[in-house]
């Protein structure tokens, strides 16, 4: 069975994947469609994503550089922080987690550029996964982006903001569906 860090990376990879085929080739209009006045469109989903991206890549960066080298990889041991915070972006669960404001894009301008941005903090993360298989991934050292005085393990990061880009990629992936079946729903009616 592979790793924990090697499943994180093919996940990224198709994360990857996913927004290049279904978003790259959409018109700036759809990609700004918001299902409902609360709802984030594609854009906002992955500006959401390219916010926690701009802090946790860093600060993943500094621990893993910082991090002695080892041999012998354990498995992912979890804190009670990091259960929780996994089990809140787990694409699964269906709850609405209400987010900090400085991370909410609700209603930005945005551009093509966010999708792009998204993918260049994809390649980043994957390289940071190539570099976490050779260090203790339960050292405590990624501080929480809102609370910076608890810290999650390298492990726990890494697959917290793995599983929070699933969620939100689910997420803009259930928009484009809504607007495909608006559009068949527009040329049958």
């Known amino acids: ?77 979890y804190s009670w922080l990091g259960k929780k915070s996994l089990d809140v972006v787990r694409p699964g669960n269906g709850k609405k987690s209400k987010t900090i404001k400085h991370m909410n894009p609700h209603n930005s301008q945005l551009g093509p550029g966010a999708i792009q941005e998204f993918l260049r903090h994809q390649s980043e993360l994957l390289q940071l996964l190539d570099r976490a298989h050779s260090v203790d991934l339960n050292r ?20 917290f903001v793995v599983l929070h880009q699933e969620r939100h990629v689910q997420q803009a992936l259930r928009v484009k569906q809504q607007l495909q079946e608006q559009a068949s729903g527009s040329i049958i009616g």
């Open 140 to 159: 405590r050292a990624i501080p929480i982006e809102f609370f910076r005085l608890l810290k999650l393990r390298i492990g726990e990061a890494l697959e």
């Open 1 to 77: 069975m592979p790793s924990t860090i090697t499943q994180l990376a093919q996940a990224t990879s198709r994360l990857q994947q996913i927004v290049t085929i279904e978003f790259s080739a959409l018109d700036l209009p759809l990609l700004n469609h918001k299902p409902g006045p609360d709802s984030w469109s594609i854009l906002e989903c992955l500006e959401h994503l390219n916010r926690y991206s701009r802090y946790y890549n860093p600060a993943l960066a500094k621990a893993i550089h910082r991090s002695p080298v080892t041999t012998d990889q354990q498995p992912i041991r």
